[in-house]
Nanobody, 125 residues
Framework: EVQLVESGGAPVQAGGSLRLSCAAS????????IGWFRQASGKEREGVAC????????SHATSVKGRFTISSDNVKNTVYLQMNSLKPEDTAVYYC??????????????????WGQGTQVTVSS
């Protein structure tokens, strides 16, 4: 059974930093791609960043490029999202998800098969 557990969400002031973690189990880590998504209250879920674990290719949404960085530790089966220069508009529940298309490097929700429970990030001004 595939399990994803996110952690690291917290209240933070604008300009601050957080690192989110996504621990995966029940999956061969090299055979999947992992994405980070977020959903603000009253809004649709959107892709933030994704990484192909096999070769490390990563991509980031325009709204977070230069501030957020996705990375993967294939020994710990964990993907991270380093978030710097946080803004109030980054406030959302952040989810990680797995795509079994091992080379998928996009952020379309339909391409992701398993989801974590989410972790809340709240950025105050």
């Amino acid at each position: 059974e595939v399990q994803l557990v996110e952690s690291g969400g917290a209240p933070v002031q604008a300009g601050g930093s957080l690192r989110l973690s996504c621990a995966a189990s029940g999956v061969t880590f090299d055979d999947v791609a992992i994405g980070w998504f977020r959903q603000a209250s009253g809004k649709e879920r959107e892709g933030v960043a994704c990484i192909v674990n096999r070769d490390g290719r990563a991509s980031h949404a325009t709204s977070v490029k230069g501030r957020f960085t996705i990375s993967s530790d294939n020994v710990k089966n964990t993907v991270y999202l380093q978030m710097n220069s946080l803004k109030p508009e980054d406030t959302a529940v952040y989810y990680c998800a797995i795509s079994t298309d091992r080379f998928y490097n996009g952020r379309s929700l339909d391409e992701y098969d398993s989801w974590g429970q989410g972790t809340q990030v709240t950025v105050s001004s």
